[in-house]
């Protein structure tokens, strides 16, 4: 069953298009990362999924049902904003507690949610005393109060630290994986999304570009590209470079993917040890296949944008 | 889970917010002050003042005088900046959250912003009357019911006007300042048309503004002026009513679209 079904969703501001003919699926107990760079309508298309913005055109159904102004579908939803804002002046268990008695669930859940994102010691602190990063727990800790069956979070991980946002992306993992609730995420740190998603949407100038689940879109998209691993990677990678077959390099501190002309993977093995050798690099390894979410990101945009 | 507790719930916070520490003590004080210290009952200042009513009349309008000042500045606050600052910074968008309808949402806010400031208001007010003029509020309720509608409705005009200002900008400054720029603007028109009234005998202009300030059309009915001629302009009480109907009619229009834009077109 499809928790969000959208299809040919439009917004725009004025002359500026933010969202143009957006179609996105999201079935139930799936993590799916909604992706792409700043502007891209990423914001627009989840505000318009919780039914705060209204689309100029198309269809949104949350549950089955259209989410504006729509009391059912905020029960089973829990929202992560990418800004939190709450009453300030009020203190963040009692404000959970108040939470709980709007959804109608057990005041105990207030700490239960606090202690899953490491918050209890600010139980008594007032919400406009939180740092941003503690704010953005609150935030999640407040979505959870009610057990949802479906989470949106716009830029979840922002604000937080390293440490908090691994222990995040695992609160992830054990809720979809436990309790089976899914999750929307958008983000712009790809790697993260990578770890919790097993689906994404690629986002660009209002459109879904790619979409599907993750092994899918791999196959489709990371076709002709090898990763290699070494210590030199600057200076094998201009080597590689000069090859003939090769179509694009691209370097980063461990190393660099080369992508390839199809069926020129096998070539690579061959050339590369020799390559390193002439430059004193350290081969520490080579894989077909393996590409990043980023070069994913990376290949379905500069795909489209080459049609 | 009972239907009527996450409107509650919302409506306790917003209550919390908007009359956290030290607003309600502050205003409760100044109430207090316009209505025991400030008030003046000098019945003799107003010549042609001869009915019980027009006594209770007076004796009303005197009492409110201050705290009406008092309760538009907690009013506007409530709304301008209570209501903007949450919508600008995305506080109304987490009580979108929630399972409640969006006009369950502003009247939350509204109840919170105008409803509690017109208790504390009116509670002080009619707790002074009976102490400071115990035999009129026996003998009087209707006239001093009907001067509290006539004083109030004005000032609910503004709010309305800020509150539709406060939505469509989504932020409360403008709104604001818009409001008292309203407030002190009809003010100054209500004392020109009145000079006006008296310079052309035509009480036209007095009949516009009444629309929009029903007390003048009262203060007329009871011939309660200071300084002024009553013989321009004698609406008897039906008319009188008819002014302090019309003005609730734009209250509630103002209102009404209030809530119209907020459920169906307020994009946050």
Not at chain 1, 287 to 304: M, N
Request: with cysteine.
């Amino acid at each position: 069953m499809s928790l969000i079904v959208a299809e040919e969703l439009g917004k725009r501001y004025g002359v500026v298009v933010a969202v143009d003919g957006l179609n996105l699926k999201l079935d139930e107990g799936s993590v799916t990362g909604l992706i792409g760079p700043n502007g891209a309508g990423k914001t627009t298309t989840i505000k318009m999924i919780l039914g705060l913005l209204k689309p100029d055109r198309g269809v949104v159904r949350v549950f089955g049902q259209d989410p504006w102004d729509n009391p059912d579908i905020r029960s089973m939803t829990g929202i992560v904003y990418e800004k939190a804002f709450f009453p300030a002046h009020q203190k963040t268990l009692e404000y959970l507690e108040r939470v709980c008695r709007i959804y109608g669930v057990s005041e105990s859940r207030a700490m239960e949610v606090l202690e899953a994102v490491n918050l209890q010691e600010a139980s008594n602190r007032e919400i406009r005393a939180l740092s941003a990063g503690m704010l953005q727990k609150f935030a999640i800790a407040h979505a959870l109060v009610h057990k949802p069956k479906l989470i949106v979070a716009d830029e979840m991980t922002a604000n937080l630290d390293p440490q908090a946002r691994s222990e995040l992306l695992e609160l992830v993992l054990n809720l979809n994986k436990e309790e089976k609730v899914a999750f929307l995420l958008s983000s712009h740190i790809l790697p993260e999304l990578s770890m919790v998603c097993d689906s994404v949407a690629i986002i660009n100038r209002g459109k879904v570009w790619a979409s599907g689940e993750l092994s899918d879109l791999y196959d489709k998209y990371a076709v002709g590209i090898v990763r290699v691993t070494t210590d030199r990677p600057e200076k094998l990678a201009a080597e590689v470079k000069k090859l003939n077959y090769v179509k694009d390099v691209d370097t980063d501190v461990r190393g660099f993917s080369v992508t390839v002309v199809e069926g020129k993977e096998d070539e690579i093995y061959e050339d590369v040890p020799g390559l390193a050798k002439r430059v004193k690099a350290k081969l520490l390894g080579i894989e077909t296949g393996s590409a990043s979410l980023q070069e994913l990101y990376r290949l379905a945009v500069s795909g489209k944008e080459r049609k | 889970m009972g239907k009527g507790k996450p409107f509650l719930e919302v409506l306790a916070s917003a209550i919390h917010e908007d009359f956290r520490f030290p607003f309600l003590e502050l205003f409760a004080f100044l109430y207090m002050l316009g209505a025991f210290a400030l008030a003046n009952f000098s019945v003799s200042l107003y010549s042609q003042v001869s009915t019980n009513e027009a006594v209770a009349y007076v004796v009303t309008t005197s009492l409110i005088g201050f705290s009406l000042l008092f309760f538009l500045i907690l009013v506007f606050k409530n709304i301008a900046y209570g209501l903007g600052s949450e919508l600008e910074k995305g506080i109304i968008q987490t009580y979108f959250s929630y399972p409640l309808k969006r006009w369950a949402i502003l009247t939350a806010k509204l109840l919170s912003g105008i409803g509690v400031s017109l208790l504390l208001f009116l509670g002080i007010q009619i707790s002074a009357f009976y102490i400071l003029a115990p035999d009129i509020v026996s003998t009087q309720l209707s006239t001093i019911m009907l001067t509290y509608a006539a004083n109030l409705s004005f000032p609910l005009i503004i709010s309305g006007i800020i509150l539709l200002l406060t939505l469509q900008l989504g932020r409360g400054g403008i709104g604001l300042v818009v409001g008292i720029m309203l407030y002190l603007g009809m003010s100054i028109a209500s004392q020109i048309a009145l000079l006006v009234a008296q310079a052309t005998e035509s009480a036209l202009g007095v009949q516009i503004i009444s629309m929009f300030s029903p007390n003048y059309a009262l203060q007329y009915h009871y011939r309660a002026l200071v300084g002024a001629s009553s013989s321009l302009w004698n609406p008897t009480l039906s008319e009188t009513m008819l002014y302090i109907g019309g003005s609730y009619a734009i209250v509630a229009a103002l209102f009404i679209l209030g809530y119209i834009y907020f459920s169906r077109r307020l994009n946050l």
